[in-house]
């Protein structure tokens, strides 16, 4: 398995790629944005480690770059800059996971074989509640018919709505999973998401199919809701 690792620190750089290697993974390292384009798009890897502060990288907006040349490929971003802010935008750039520096490199190697057990992990092709149809290898979204464009946040929030059909998730749990954010921390992104989510999936249909549970947080389906 092949890992594209860019980073600055050429120190730090030397301990991922040793630790890495002990974990059975090739290595591609790169230090400079140039040497990333330098690379075919036909290269396969399965992970792309990259530190935000690499010369020629436009900050989270770079991530968009690298999904258009490798669209399957998960990206765990590590950045120096560790706000809650901060790590929102990267994973609503599209980042699969964030790490602030410092950190203890054991724990980046969990989040790595976290990040590709979920990406990994087996699931039906097509996945059908009521007349909402998602199509998990595509990530094309319809109902009744009608394509809704969503965006990768977008859909990883709707994803895990799908995986607890009619039981209500906390907003806590939705923050972890969909933009792995750890701890007690919450803001209102999550409500700022499901309404973004409403707009595009339950906008003229007479059955919603996002509901909210008082004090507890968002379910799809389910009778009792506000």
């Avoid at 935000?52 to 990206?75: A, C, I, K, T």
């Avoid at 950190?103 to 097509?126: D, G, H, K, T, Y």
């Avoid at 799908?162 to 919450?186: C, F, K, M, Q």
Wanted: proline residues 5%; aromatic residues 6%; contains cysteine.
């Amino acid at each position: 398995m092949r890992i594209l690792v860019a980073e600055a620190d050429s120190s730090l750089a030397d301990l991922l790629r040793t630790r890495l290697q002990q974990e059975h993974f090739l290595i591609q390292p790169v230090t400079t944005a140039d040497q990333i384009a330098n690379i075919s798009s036909k290269t396969t890897f399965e992970l792309i480690l990259l530190d935000l502060n690499v010369p020629g990288f436009n900050g989270p907006n770079y991530l968009r770059l690298l999904q258009d040349r490798w669209p399957e490929v998960p990206v765990v971003v590590l950045s120096a800059g560790n706000t809650v802010e901060e790590r929102i935008r990267g994973l609503d750039a599209g980042a699969d996971d964030f790490m602030g520096k410092p950190f203890a490199v054991a724990e980046l190697m969990a989040r790595i074989r976290s990040v590709l057990r979920r990406r990994n992990r087996p699931a039906r092709e097509i996945f059908q509640f009521d007349d909402l149809e998602v199509n998990r290898v595509t990530h094309e979204v319809r109902r009744a018919g009608r394509l809704i464009e969503l965006s990768p946040k977008e859909y990883a929030l709707l994803d895990y709505l799908l995986r607890n059909p009619g039981r209500p998730v906390t907003r806590a749990s939705i923050i972890e999973d969909v933009w792995r954010i750890h701890g007690d921390t919450l803001t209102n992104v999550v409500d700022v998401y499901i309404n973004y989510l409403r707009r595009k999936i339950d906008s003229g249909s007479d059955r919603p199919l996002i509901r909210t549970i008082r004090c507890i947080g968002y379910q799809v389906g389910g009778l009792h809701s506000s």
